[in-house]
Nanobody
Framework: VQLQASGGGLVQAGGSLRLACRAS????????MGWFRQAPGKEREFVAA???????YYADSVKGRFTISRDNAENSVYLQMNSLKPEDTAVYYC??????????????????WGHGTQVTVSS
């Protein structure tokens, strides 16, 4: 299983970015997918998740600004990030949970991780 994240970059506060994560795996359509981020000197934190059944979950810090979606035909999950803030600056990782743990916001329950893509928001 390989997860390849892309779409990061440098953007001004208030701007938008769309991250993409393409998964090389079977049964993507029945896999829970999540996005996490890690800022320098901080622990990795949950951002958003999309269950295989279509439910979406968000960290309070991004609710109303970020939207997670998926395209099963493309084996891809996306994170649309709007109204970006400097505190959103981090490396963003996509992850896959194939065991249906239901613990969408807990990193240790995800089985596979991508290498991450850098998002930098300038003030």
């Amino acid at each position: 299983v390989q997860l390849q994240a892309s779409g990061g970059g440098l953007v001004q506060a208030g701007g938008s970015l769309r991250l993409a994560c393409r998964a090389s795996m079977r049964a993507f359509s029945t896999t829970d997918m999540g996005w996490f981020r890690q800022a320098p000197g901080k622990e990795r934190e949950f951002v958003a998740a999309n269950s295989w059944s279509g439910d979406s979950y968000y960290a309070d810090s991004v609710k109303g600004r970020f939207t997670i979606s998926r395209d099963n035909a493309e084996n891809s999950v996306y994170l649309q990030m709007n109204s970006l803030k400097p505190e959103d600056t981090a490396v963003y990782y996509c992850a896959a949970d194939r065991d249906y743990s239901g613990f969408y916001s807990v990193a240790k329950f995800y089985d596979y991780w991508g290498h991450g893509t850098q998002v930098t928001v300038s003030s």
